[in-house]
């Protein structure tokens, strides 16, 4: 909320000058507004800080209830996001609009030509430029830019996986998720280090892996297999109850996915009900 009231002082300093004594403002007048404006502005910017820590709640008595509340409050953050996203941009053109007035009524007192203004900057300036050497082209799975090394070291992990060597994959693909937080893959990433402590035979931080792999992007493509693969390992560590609520949630989920054959199969296995 602060960072609105900071926009309403804002608005109201652009309207601070009555409009009868517009007429005898003088440039330094105008000057001043622009100075303060411009103070305001390096206030909202410090809104972007952090205050404390974020309350959620994703309590859970099952492995899928603590999936369905980390949804729900994946849901209410995006909402809020969009909420904001739509009065940032408001802001914007507010306030572009108002500097916009400023540097006409700054022309017309220097005695300029208002023809020859140009169109207003955006407030807060054009989205900066990647440069060459922070990016690589974007992943063909998920449509999204990485970093550079990202895609290599993400590869060498999957060889290690490929070459069985477990350990080294398994450390490969933590590291990745540390080095690239928030990277695109790395919902995959979680998934190839589950199998590879499958492959150690630590079945219990194998599935771990899987529900990180599952809960980072329950929507994504690798979400039916990191699911079907989370019951499995839970069947395994003899949780037969949550495996079975887990496997058969695949078919609810993604009722098309090729996985829902493999999850029913393990399911008679397990003799879930």
Do not use: W
Request: glycine share 8%; charged share 25%.
């Amino acid at each position: 909320m602060r960072l609105f009231h900071s926009l309403a002082l804002s608005v109201c300093i652009a309207l601070a000058v009555p409009a009868q004594a517009q007429d005898a403002e003088t440039l330094a007048d105008i000057r001043q507004e622009l100075t303060v404006l411009n103070v305001e502005i390096q206030k909202l910017k410090r809104e972007l800080s952090t205050t404390g820590a974020p309350a959620t709640n994703l309590v859970g008595d099952t492995v899928l209830e603590r999936v369905t509340a980390i949804e729900a409050e994946l849901q209410r953050i995006t909402s809020k996001t969009e909420q904001l996203d739509h009065r940032v941009n408001r802001v914007i053109a507010d306030g572009t609009n108002r500097i916009g007035d400023l540097e006409f009524r700054l022309v017309e007192l220097e005695g300029g030509d208002i023809s020859q203004l140009g169109e207003t900057s955006t407030l807060g300036g054009d989205e900066e430029a990647t440069a060459p050497d922070e990016v690589v082209p974007e992943d063909s799975t998920t449509g999204e830019e990485l970093a550079v090394g990202e895609r290599s070291d993400f590869e060498a992990a999957a060889q290690a996986l490929t070459d069985g060597e477990f350990a080294a994959a398994a450390e490969k693909f933590a590291l990745f998720n540390e080095t690239y937080p928030g990277s695109p893959l790395a919902a995959e990433a979680a998934l190839q280090r589950g199998k590879a402590l499958d492959g150690l035979g630590d079945t219990r931080e194998a599935a771990r892996a899987y529900l990180a792999a599952f809960s980072g992007n329950a929507s994504g493509p690798q979400a039916p297999q990191a699911l079907f693969e989370l019951g499995s390992a839970l069947g395994r560590l003899d949780q037969q109850e949550q495996a079975c609520i887990t496997l058969s949630e695949v078919g609810v989920r993604f009722p098309v996915s090729p996985v829902v054959n493999e999850a029913e199969a393990e399911r008679v296995k397990l003799a879930c009900p």
